[in-house]
């Protein structure tokens, strides 16, 4: 990490705001035109100002995780329905209370990597998810139950708004962009679990295994909770047998059914 300079021989921005905030109140000083374009959200939310943005978004979680001195996340993927086995007499289908068993393997998955984690000072191996409620809430549980820290990648949507409550504060993170957001889920993705889930959850895990299929992205151990599941949903060997994909192809994940099952799966090294 770059050493911060000890000295300015420019005044600091932060400091121009608050000084912005005493000058005389007149017809000029209110003038959109003159707020410091750093400090003018209409300025900054301008279409042509996309670009600044997709920046932004990128830089400020790497900034944390350069920071903290993030090395390596375990992410997990899957879906927000899937509800904790106390509340399945809640759920909206027979098939989502059959798969909160999954929230409780979600979470005590998390809590062994998070031990593990632990054991190099906790910035190997985070946990990393979505930060919503369901098998994302059961991931970021599972590293507090271990007394460890866990990333939130949380998105703006209309009906999930805010992270789920056992997510580290100091490394939830809010988007705009979903690429963005995918981003960073990756890119410091040392294995990368999946639980049963919806589109969201079909989505990042195409595309991961996309990015690994045509060489963006180094080989990962991307585990797959629940073969019933994944199997009813995908048929994976049709996939191969028609030739849009290879049959090496099926290599590039495999099934588990259990925390301690995964667990081993991504062996001592990881």
């Known amino acids: 990490m770059p050493e911060k300079m000890h000295f300015r021989r420019f005044p600091d921005a932060r400091k121009d705001i608050q000084t912005t905030r005493k000058i005389p109140d007149t017809p000029q000083t209110r003038a959109p035109t003159y707020r410091l374009a750093f400090n003018d959200p209409d300025f900054l939310c301008r279409d042509e100002l996309r670009p600044v943005r997709l920046q932004l978004e990128l830089l400020k979680p790497e900034m944390v995780f350069e920071e903290i001195g993030l090395q390596s996340t375990i992410v997990m993927f899957g879906g927000a329905r899937i509800p904790e086995p ?11 209370a059959s798969l909160s068993k999954y929230y409780d393997e979600a979470r005590e998955f998390a809590r062994l990597c998070t031990l593990k984690s632990l054991e190099s000072g906790g910035t190997h191996d985070v946990i990393c998810t979505g930060g919503g409620p369901g098998v994302m809430e059961a991931g970021n549980r599972g590293a ?40 960073h889920f990756l890119m410091r993705a040392k294995a990368i679990v999946v639980f049963p889930g919806g589109f969201g959850t079909l989505d990042e895990l195409f595309e991961s295994l996309t990015l690994i299929q045509t060489g963006r992205m180094d080989r990962i151990p991307v585990l797959l909770f629940g073969k019933s599941f994944w199997k009813t949903i995908v048929n994976w060997e049709a996939l191969a047998e028609a030739g849009t994909i290879s049959g090496d192809d099926l290599s590039l994940f495999s099934f588990v059914e259990t925390a301690a099952e995964a667990y081993a799966k991504l062996g001592p090294g990881f």
């Open 86 to 96: 106390s509340k399945k007499a809640s759920a909206r289908t027979p098939t989502l």
């Open 144 to 183: 507090q139950d271990a007394g460890g820290r866990s990333i939130s990648l949380n998105i703006v949507l209309p009906h999930e708004q805010a992270p789920n409550r056992y997510a580290t504060p100091e490394l939830c993170f809010n988007f705009h962009y979903f690429a963005v957001r995918k981003m």
